[in-house]
């Protein structure tokens, strides 16, 4: 730094603190996660296999008794869901896809038990990425989130959206800014 103008070392220090700073925080918010299952942090499933079709006769999700599913943390899906919230940051908006996309993803989700009604529903597209955010309502049962997070993962995992160019990458319940919030990810794919 010999040579260089006072301005120029200032400015170099600054940055590099910056940078510093963004490196901590980074290592920081993954070192803060509760290894804890069932603790009060951030729940993330990965995507799951395709559910299979019902049985004719067979009740539908909606008024069929929900399956126990694992809900557990996963590094690699929320790895997923970020790279995705980047791309949606980063990307242009297709306008002839991104609107069909959130109409498709609108109408489904509403479908869904313990959402719709006037809780927050977001869909938000771009040119190969979509985001749904939302709030959820606890299982009146139980008053707990579990119950919802499976139908939600259940629900979502499917092949529905895949008429519209759609699969479900990524889910995130618990977010985090609040117990009742999730965020699922879908991203653009050729049709059936």
């Known amino acids: 730094m010999h040579g260089l103008p006072k301005s120029a070392v200032g400015r170099w220090l600054i940055g590099g603190t910056l940078v510093f700073l963004a490196v901590l925080a980074l290592v920081l918010s993954f070192l803060g996660d509760d ?9 993330e499933i990965v995507g799951a296999a395709p559910v299979p079709q019902p049985m004719p006769g067979a009740s539908t999700a909606s008024t069929a008794k929900m ?21 949606l940051i980063d990307e242009k908006r297709d306008r002839g896809w991104a609107p069909r996309s959130e109409a498709a993803i609108r109408q489904f989700i509403m479908r869904i038990p313990y959402l719709g009604g006037e809780r927050y529903i977001g869909v938000k597209c771009a040119a190969t990425a ?15 989130f579990k119950p919802v997070w499976e139908a939600i993962e259940r629900d979502t995992a499917g092949p529905e959206l895949r008429q519209h160019g759609l699969e479900r990458t990524a889910a995130v319940f618990d977010t985090g800014r609040s117990g009742d919030e999730f965020k699922l990810y879908y991203r653009r794919v050729a049709g059936p």
């Open 130 to 144: 979509c985001e749904v955010t939302g709030i959820a309502d606890p299982d009146k049962a139980s008053g707990t």
């Open 67 to 87: 399956a126990p599913i694992p809900v557990a943390p996963s590094n690699s899906n929320a790895l997923t869901a970020g790279a995705q919230a980047a791309r």
């Open 35 to 43: 290894p804890e299952p069932g603790g009060r942090g951030q729940v």
